[in-house]
């Protein structure tokens, strides 16, 4: 089964009780965020063809929008009522595929990006020490 933008909107819907027209509504109300959020942050996850742009659009909203749904799911994964939506959303959609753990591969992601920052210190402070002078020049002078 091909998971599409309905389908995510869909089982979050039935999942949280806010409707499609809440869920694209501009309202603010915490409720109507947090579903919008989650759909947002599922439809990347699960969709691989979709662009940030294009999850945008379907909610009437700047691709930087979604990128902040993202951000704010993948911070407070934690929580069990998010785990809870993300396992059901995902399960419902994908029944036939193994779980993943979205909090785990949150962790991870986070790791890679924190070991890429180091990687990229430790490569610029290697082509500092390949440009400073050995001990046998620096006795020789």
Do not use: W
């Not at 993948?74 to 399960?91: N, P, Q, R």
């Not at 180091?118 to 001990?135: D, V």
């Amino acid at each position: 089964m091909r998971v599409t933008h309905k389908a995510v909107i869909d089982a979050v819907s039935e999942y949280t009780g806010i409707t499609k027209k809440e869920m694209i509504n501009q309202c603010r109300k915490r409720e109507y965020v947090y579903a919008r959020h989650m759909a947002m942050y599922l439809m990347y996850c699960l969709i691989p063809s979709t662009t940030i742009a294009s999850i945008g659009k379907y909610f009437n909203r700047d691709h930087t929008s979604v990128l902040h749904a993202k951000a704010h799911i993948s911070d407070i994964m934690y929580l069990d009522e998010i785990k809870g939506c993300v396992t059901h959303v995902t399960a419902k959609l994908q029944p036939h595929s193994p779980q993943i753990n979205m909090l785990e591969v949150t962790r991870l992601k986070k790791k890679i990006n924190v070991l890429k920052a180091k990687l990229k210190r430790a490569q610029a402070l290697s082509t500092k020490m390949k440009n400073l002078p050995t001990f046998k020049e620096i006795k020789a002078a």
